[in-house]
């Protein structure tokens, strides 16, 4: 018998942003852009094999991986684990975000795969959390001092 993780579902979120593409982009590739809406501090190399490291939360989350693909400004793919994590270890899922403009506004679509049982819940509700901040910090606002993992 196995003693392997039941995969989870894909989780899919889709927001549009009143903002276009290429400012939607740098949000997330740019990791002074990237902590105003998500994290704190990390190592983002926004280049295939480049890292992907970044202290999600207040206490010491650290999310790690590496990214995958970089396509400026129609997607952008890196893995995605949990530094000491055993369900959802560094680098051991995939985070796809991708960009599609239209009339200045940017649909954005985030799918990330390969997430155990349970965790596909739990990240989903991070993701639900982090896109509207992602949003507010794309047009200009602050996004507000970050809750989640407190």
């Keep these: 018998m196995s003693n392997s993780p039941v995969v989870g ?16 982009f740098d949000y997330l590739v740019d990791l002074d852009k990237l902590t105003r809406w998500m994290g704190y501090e990390g190592d ?40 000491g994590s055993d369900e959802t270890p560094p680098g051991s899922s995939l985070v796809t975000i991708t960009l599609q403009e239209h009339d200045g506004a940017t649909e ?7 997430l155990c049982l349970g965790q596909d819940d739990r990240h989903e509700g991070g993701w639900m959390y982090f896109l509207p901040r992602l949003a507010d910090a794309a047009v200009g606002q602050n996004p507000g001092p970050q809750s989640l993992g407190q």
Excluded: Y
């Excluded at 970044?54 to 400004?73: H, I, M, N, Q």
């Design 9 to 24: 579902r894909d989780v899919e979120l889709s927001t549009t942003i009143q903002a276009p593409a290429d400012i939607v």
């Design 44 to 83: 983002v190399s926004a280049e295939p094999g480049g890292n992907f490291v970044l202290r999600v939360t207040e206490s010491d989350d650290w999310a790690v991986g590496k990214f995958v693909s970089v396509d400026r400004p129609d997607a952008v793919a890196f893995t995605w684990g949990w530094r």
């Design 108 to 114: 954005v679509t985030l799918v990330h795969s390969g």
